[in-house]
């Protein structure tokens, strides 16, 4: 399976600290891409990062990605109460038509 | 921004019903998605669709699921026989291009009784 595993599982920072969720993959992929889901809500697209990329920067977030160790990490800076959510990977292989996500990272911003 | 689209919100229906979950993907997009979420799992993938036909579908996607794009704007996910077990958050997702991010619907959250 592709499929990526975050780490930690949960996570509390205070606001204005900086967040960094772990996502592992185990096969070989064509992307990996980060998405954020807010409490029962939908899941909204923040970051793709191609196989041949080691890193890429939007606004706050900094997303790395290590295909020797098959590793990517997701860096936001600066926290907010607003980025409290759950944090998902997801691998897309080369022979695949889908996205698998991992178990997801729950993020809690503390006041 | 382009928004994916789907309708119902809430769906409750009984167990042994058909129930039809409704999508309207981005206009431009080629490629269409339905994931599913149990209640405090992680997010599975049902099937992917393109060029008027499914390109790969999950173990879970057996012959109660089906999918339809029956008029080139929406895209639908039937389920024929409900189970219980299918009481989940479904998400409808687009894609111009199969290697892009997707943009996920805001979800049908389906209860079987």
């Known amino acids: 399976s592709q499929q990526g595993e975050e780490d930690p599982q949960a996570l509390s920072i205070q606001e204005g600290e900086n967040a960094t969720m772990n996502c592992s993959y185990k096969t070989s992929i064509n992307n990996l891409q980060w998405y954020r889901q807010n409490s029962g809500r939908g899941l909204v697209h923040l970051i793709l990062i191609r196989s041949n990329e080691r890193e890429k920067h939007s606004g706050r977030l900094r997303v790395t990605l290590d295909t020797s160790k098959k590793s990517s990490s997701l860096l936001i800076t600066a926290s907010r109460a607003a980025d409290t959510a759950s944090y998902f990977c997801?691998?897309?292989?080369?022979?695949?038509?889908?996205?698998?996500f991992g178990k997801g990272t729950r993020l809690h911003i503390l006041p | 921004e382009p928004e994916v689209t789907q309708t119902p919100s809430h769906q409750v229906t009984q167990m042994g019903q058909e129930v039809i979950l409704r999508c309207v993907p981005i206009?431009?997009?080629?490629?269409f998605y339905w994931y599913r979420q149990i209640l405090g799992q992680k997010v599975e993938f049902l099937v992917s669709?393109?060029?008027?036909?499914?390109?790969?579908k999950s173990e879970i996607f057996d012959d109660q699921f089906s999918v339809e794009r029956p008029d080139g704007s929406n895209f639908t996910l039937k389920i024929r026989s409900t189970k219980l077990e299918d009481s989940a958050m479904y998400f409808c997702a687009s894609s111009a291009q199969g290697d892009y991010g997707y943009t996920f619907g805001s979800g049908t959250r389906l209860t079987v009784v």
């Open positions: 997801a691998t897309d292989a080369f022979s695949d038509d889908k996205i698998i």
């Open positions: 669709f393109y060029n008027n036909e499914i390109s790969e």
């Open positions: 206009s431009n997009h080629l490629y």
